[in-house]
């Protein structure tokens, strides 16, 4: 069984709001304290804030885990887990997605529903409520090239012309 993150994005994005306020907000608070000032509520609020951040890494796309085999898709994201047949799957697809702003991201999917253009232009704000019809992950040409001999042929031979594509193979 092949296991791929679901989206190294979200990592990076989260990574850096770790390091960028909650870490250096802690370290402001204890130093306050230090000095004998009275830093109760910046203290409450970087542990809040640190709370979030961490709640967010480990039950949100970036804790996520993408597996396959020759049987089965399986997606955990936090504590849920989904798990598709190969049967059970009517469209697969690369896409390059919206992360916000102008940042597209590749995104590599399998649903047991068709998808419409929208829901692939709005793909990962609308997959949050949508795990029980869709895997997905985010692909580099290292992974592509490791699943195409699990994938069924139909799904394998699409991914691989919609990667030259967009420049991935």
């Known amino acids: 069984m092949k296991r791929i993150m679901v989206c190294r994005y979200y990592i990076g994005v989260h990574v850096i709001g770790l390091g960028?306020?909650?870490?250096?907000?802690?370290g402001i608070s204890i130093y306050m304290f230090s000095k004998g000032v009275d830093a109760t509520f910046e203290l409450v609020f970087s542990i809040i804030g640190t709370s979030a951040a961490l709640?967010?890494?480990?039950?949100d796309f970036p804790g996520g885990v993408f597996s396959l085999d020759e049987e089965r898709i399986t997606m955990r994201v936090g504590l849920k887990k989904r798990s598709f047949f190969w049967h059970e799957i009517v469209e697969c697809g690369l896409i390059e997605a919206s992360a916000g702003?102008?940042?597209?991201?590749?995104?590599?999917?399998?649903?047991?529903?068709?998808?419409?253009?929208?829901?692939?232009?709005?793909?990962?704000?609308?997959t949050?409520?949508?795990?029980?019809?869709?895997?997905?992950?985010?692909?580099s040409?290292?992974?592509?090239?490791?699943i195409y001999p699990l994938?069924?042929?139909?799904?394998?031979?699409?991914?691989?012309?919609?990667?030259?594509?967009?420049?991935?193979?």
């Open 55 to 59: 709640y967010l890494f480990l039950f």
């Open 20 to 26: 960028l306020f909650a870490f250096p907000m802690i």
């Open 128 to 139: 949050r409520r949508d795990l029980d019809h869709i895997a997905f992950f985010e692909p």
């Open 101 to 126: 702003g102008r940042t597209r991201i590749p995104i590599v999917y399998f649903s047991s529903r068709y998808l419409t253009g929208n829901d692939q232009e709005v793909f990962l704000k609308k």
């Open 151 to 169: 994938l069924p042929s139909c799904f394998s031979e699409y991914l691989k012309n919609r990667a030259r594509q967009i420049g991935m193979a």
């Open 141 to 146: 040409e290292k992974y592509l090239k490791e």
